[in-house]
């Protein structure tokens, strides 16, 4: 049976999945807790939990700068990090992968430095309507400081980018293109490699957000054919304060340091300091390296299940509640996109969505309301605000259920 | 539903949510604009000093949730004819009320009393003072906008 088939879907054992993570047995407000805000950050299996308290408890120490057993043990587990993360990308090689506070810092880094020595008066920086605000104000720094210009890429009424629109933005000016592979509000997953073939036509780098999609289906960065994908663990069941950033390693070693300190050089005097190799170059300072050890442990918990099979999951899951949601009288779904993935942003007439949001909470319901980072695409959509459900893989028929009778007696309140 | 929803959603918190009061624009006086950037509620307040130094006249406009527009609506109802001086009192007595202890004694503050399950919802405290906020702002002749960062 091919992965990712209906059937494979049946067969995943979402009770089995929730008993691995401890805090879903929690109670809110005296009711179950029933967590759909998972595009904010996502709960941490009992692995990752324990992972990070025996890297406390039996390996702590700094890394490449012991000779002691300790610090071997820490290097080799920081390493092994870089690996599992190489893996998880399909990237071709560990010296790609930078570790990064997490996806806002990984665009930070490519903007200011890529930016810095790419980037020049009357050039252009490709983003689109649907961006969070971590893959535009970045560029418009850069921009700032380059005199180059901003354009963004409009999308559908349903979500999607126009790609013909997108197209037409493109041209020998293009240096980058920023997008995000699944937006965070909307839940469209973008066709990003067709967007890296036509950026790539025009002599353009591609950057791919991909907060949103490492926790929700496969990603291949090789496939993707894209320059430089970011993403950060908090979202992937991982710990917050590390995430990854992957370059093509001659556009990395093409870039000047972000910062400098410790670990990034290679000689120091005074007159002249020499860099470290990729990617340490990228990596000043003492790094997150419980997190980047537990970041690990969450990518081999997700690996081992298969995000073809959570993929599947989640979306049997998105058809479910959409479904469910649509039955609600005066609801409208922001982000309809085909094969979206598990996001159920919507609008309730006369019920501003802060007020859903404290009424699903004393309901147990945790959701998000606001503008998710994305006042642009709010702009776009005509609302100030939407709430949103975000799935995730220990998600079930019953949590899209309590969402629904939660919205319901929403509805009672404001009748 | 939770007693302590029922409290937060009052019939007159609907109602002010509902039909909001002196929901216009005021032309020919002073007016700031508040936001929320947590929520993107977004108001406007309007108003006119008379020649004894009462507030004549105030309304607001915007858009926000249930709460900040029900708190602004019996705002203007509340501070219509006071001083400024006895705005800026009620502002705070209001803002004692809405951060006070969840189950210790309400002051009276007439109407706005609507407004003390605020309490219970400390996320929503800044829906309740958007309007107070953006009314000394205007008190002030600010033109600026002000935040409920
Ligand atoms: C699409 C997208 N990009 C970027 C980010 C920023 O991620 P972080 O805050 O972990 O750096 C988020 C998180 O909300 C996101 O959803």
Redesign the pocket.
């Known amino acids: 049976m091919p992965a990712g088939s209906p059937s494979s879907a049946q067969t995943f054992d979402v009770a089995r999945i929730r008993r691995d993570f401890p805090i879903l047995q929690r109670r809110v407000h005296g009711r179950p807790l029933v967590y759909l805000d998972n ?3 996502t709960q941490k299996p009992a692995a990752v939990v324990d992972r990070l308290a025996r890297y406390y408890r039996e390996e702590n120490a700094n890394i490449h700068r012991g000779v002691h057993a300790l610090s071997v043990e820490a290097t080799d587990a920081y390493d092994a990090a870089r690996e599992t993360v190489r893996r998880f990308l399909n990237a071709g090689d560990a010296r790609e992968i930078v570790f990064v ?7 930070n880094l490519v903007a200011a430095t890529w930016g810095r020595t790419h980037l020049g008066a009357g050039d252009e920086v490709v983003v689109t309507e649907m ?5 535009i104000v970045p560029w418009q720094l850069a921009c700032q400081a380059a005199g180059a210009r901003l354009r963004v890429a409009p999308i559908t009424d349903a979500g999607e980018l126009r790609l013909d629109a997108f197209e037409q933005l493109l041209c020998p000016r293009t240096r980058v293109v920023a997008v ?6 909307l839940g469209t997953v973008n066709p990003v490699k067709e967007i890296a073939r036509r950026a790539h036509a025009h002599g353009a780098v591609v950057l791919v ?4 999609a490492v926790a929700h289906l496969p990603v291949d960065v090789r496939a993707i054919g894209c320059d430089f994908y ?6 992937v069941f991982g710990p ?1 304060g590390v ?1 990854a950033l992957w370059g093509r390693a001659e556009l990395l070693d093409a870039m000047p340091p972000y910062q400098g300190g410790g670990d990034m050089i290679r000689s120091v005097t005074f007159e002249r300091t020499l860099y470290n190799e990729l990617p340490y170059k990228f990596e000043a300072g003492t790094p997150n390296i419980a997190g980047a050890v537990g970041l690990a442990s969450a990518l081999d918990y997700v690996a081992a299940i298969g995000l073809d099979r959570i993929a599947a999951h989640e979306h049997e899951l998105t058809s479910y509640g959409t479904d469910a949601l649509s039955c609600i009288g005066g609801l409208r779904l922001t982000g309809t996109a085909p094969g979206k993935a598990g996001i159920l942003a919507f609008v309730i007439d006369d019920i501003h969505p802060h007020d859903i949001g404290t009424i699903l909470d004393r309901a147990g319901v945790a959701i998000r309301a606001g503008h ?3 006042q642009p695409l709010m702009g776009r959509l005509g609302v100030p605000a939407t709430a949103r459900a975000s799935l995730a893989l220990y998600n079930t028929r019953e949590d899209v259920d309590a969402l629904a009778a939660a919205l319901r007696d929403a509805k009672a309140v404001f009748a | 539903m939770s007693a302590e929803l029922d409290d937060l959603y009052q019939e007159v918190i609907l109602d002010h949510n509902r039909r909001p009061r002196n929901f216009r624009r005021l032309e020919g006086g002073q007016h700031a604009e508040g936001f929320n950037p947590l929520c993107g509620d977004r108001l406007t307040v309007y108003l006119q000093i008379d020649d004894e130094g009462r507030i004549g006249d105030v309304s607001f406009q915007g858009s926000g949730c249930a709460i900040s527009k029900a708190s602004a609506s019996l705002m203007t109802d509340s501070v219509k004819g006071a001083t400024v001086a006895e705005a800026a009192r009620l502002f705070d007595r209001f803002q004692q009320m809405i951060t006070g202890p969840a189950d210790g004694p309400i002051d009276r503050l007439g109407k706005l009393e609507a407004l003390a399950g605020v309490r219970r919802f400390p996320v929503r405290v800044k829906c309740a003072s958007l309007a107070w906020h953006t009314l000394r702002a205007a008190l002030e002749a600010n033109e600026g906008m002000v935040t409920t960062e």
């Open positions: 595009a904010a950050t506070r997490g996806t806002t810092e990984a665009i961006e969070h605000h971590s893959n995000n592979h699944v937006s965070n509000a957000d991909g907060a949103q970011a993403f950060s663990g908090h979202k917050t995430g998710h980072c994305c």
